[in-house]
């Protein structure tokens, strides 16, 4: 049975997608078949993301509107066999799709004789019919923020919102683009401090990496690689399937990380 | 002609059981006389009423209620006729509107940016009020976690209202009309507060037109009025 999971954060520009794009990525590498749906119809950008943009012939809302069938609008991805995106709509906005098509389309993919492990659905900003779409099918919530309080209140009012929708205890914090300095320099909130307010299961925390910059503009997610996010969103992904995988000491230099990430790459 | 009308107190209420044999026209005039005589013994209660003896139709049964209103301050609730199925419907009733009366009195769980709590009675909260978050009460308002967001006790204007938290840092407390909001603390300054852990339970209440923050102590519990 293929678990659904969206991605969400309220506000925008905390990483949604770039954690969308790493997590798929992460899963299919972990031997997992994964589908990715970007329902930020409109605005999408998963697909850049992950370098699939010139792939795209058919999307959600053709799919939805009957145009063409779920298998032809999902694309494979150039890199991993076993992951595949369903791209969104560009030249439509968000009331082009409902919650119910949106549960048809995840009921179908569920479906599927294959059997995908994972629906990944990376959610867009805001609490409008947008996040109703890709919420309406989740099993499984990734809530991303910042640790700034603007990016915490809106996770906060959007936990809320996921309990409403019958998703309380199945929500998982990712605190994305925390800078160990700034902490210890009393400058940022740590890790605790945003999960006071929040209070979920932390799944991971990933460090503000200058590797997801390059990353995201080659169209390549660095999930895995020997950078200190790639090796955060690894375990993220090792998390999901299930495994106890300690935290990365988010403190440490770059040199003890190269030697730690040396021993994972030997098993 | 005395035993024509009789009140009896049930369970829940009074029971009025009326001779068969009578005329509604006679009735009425007995009955207003025997509620007149009792108005004192029963109040303001809250009644529910039953008949026995004599059927009344729903139209007969109104003008009864319109007697009783007209010279008791007897409310009554509702009417019900004196059999077993009902009886056990009632008390089914009864017990549910209790437990939804205890149920707002606490409410557990974190209330999050953009929650609304809002009651008619006092509330305790089992949980944290998060920033965004906001407690409205017409009574007491006590938190037994981290409040960071807005209450507004008293809300009917009652100025005695109070509010407790166990690690009070609101955004705003407003009690009856009388408003307060928090210190321009920056984010550093309250995760410095948090790190010393010395957190104390605190009460704010109005005194002298203005809304304070204190301590919860033995002294300032005493001065505490409960209506």
Not at chain 2, 40 to 57: N, R, S, T
Not at chain 2, 111 to 138: C, F, Y
Request: charged share 25%; with cysteine.
């Amino acid at each position: 049975m293929s678990e659904v999971i969206v991605v969400t954060s309220g506000k925008g520009g905390v990483g949604k997608t770039t954690t969308t794009a790493n997590i798929g990525t992460g899963l299919a590498k972990l031997g997992k078949k994964v589908v990715m749906i970007d329902t930020d119809t409109g605005l999408r950008n998963l697909d850049v993301v992950l370098g699939l943009e010139n792939r795209i012939v058919y999307n959600l809302v053709d799919v939805v509107e009957g145009n063409c069938r779920i298998k032809q609008a999902m694309i494979t991805d150039k890199r991993c066999p076993k992951l595949y995106l369903l791209p969104t709509a560009q030249t439509r906005d968000k009331s082009a799709i409902t919650p119910e098509q949106m549960i048809k389309v995840i009921d179908e993919i569920k479906a599927d004789p294959e059997e995908f492990d994972y629906i990944i659905l990376d959610c867009p900003a805001g609490i409008e019919q947008g996040f109703q779409n890709a919420i309406a099918g989740a099993d499984r919530a990734l809530v991303v923020t910042t640790p700034e309080v603007s990016a915490i209140r809106d996770a906060d009012r959007i936990v809320g919102l996921l309990d409403a929708h019958g998703l309380k205890d199945h929500e998982d914090l990712i605190v994305n683009r925390i800078r160990m300095d700034m902490v210890n320099r009393n400058e940022m909130m740590s890790i605790d401090d945003v999960n006071d307010i929040l209070q979920l299961n932390v799944i991971g925390a990933v460090p503000d990496d200058e590797s997801i910059v390059v990353a995201t503009n080659k169209g390549q997610p660095c999930v895995g690689d020997d950078s200190m996010a790639g090796q955060a969103y690894m375990n993220i992904c090792r998390r999901i399937i299930g495994e106890e995988v300690p935290f990365l000491d988010l403190n440490a230099k770059n040199g003890f990380f190269k030697k730690l990430s040396s021993l994972f790459g030997k098993k | 002609m005395d035993n024509a009308v009789i009140i009896k107190s049930s369970k829940h209420g009074i029971t009025l059981i009326l001779d068969e044999s009578m005329e509604f026209e006679e009735l009425k005039s007995l009955i207003k006389n025997k509620f007149e005589q009792s108005s004192k013994f029963f109040g303001e209660a809250d009644m529910v009423l039953a008949f026995e003896g004599k059927k009344l139709d729903v139209s007969m049964q109104q003008e009864v209620l319109e007697i009783i209103g007209s010279v008791t301050s007897i409310n009554v609730t509702c009417i019900v006729d004196e059999d077993e199925e009902l009886d056990a419907k009632f008390n089914a009733a009864k017990d549910k509107k209790n437990a939804s009366a205890a149920s707002e009195l606490f409410y557990k769980g974190t209330l999050r940016a953009g929650q609304i709590l809002e009651t008619e009675s006092s509330v305790i909260v089992l949980g944290d009020v998060n920033p965004g978050g906001k407690i409205v009460s017409k009574g007491n308002v006590v938190v037994l976690g981290n409040l960071r967001g807005t209450v507004y006790a008293g809300a009917g204007g009652n100025e005695n209202a109070f509010v407790v938290a166990l690690d009070m840092n609101p955004m705003q407390i407003k009690i009856a009309d009388t408003i307060a909001r928090s210190s321009d603390s920056t984010f550093v300054k309250v995760m410095k507060k948090k790190k010393d852990k010395d957190i104390q339970p605190k009460i704010a209440y109005i005194y002298d037109a203005n809304i304070y923050v204190e301590d919860l102590s033995q002294e300032v519990l005493e001065d505490i009025k409960i209506d």
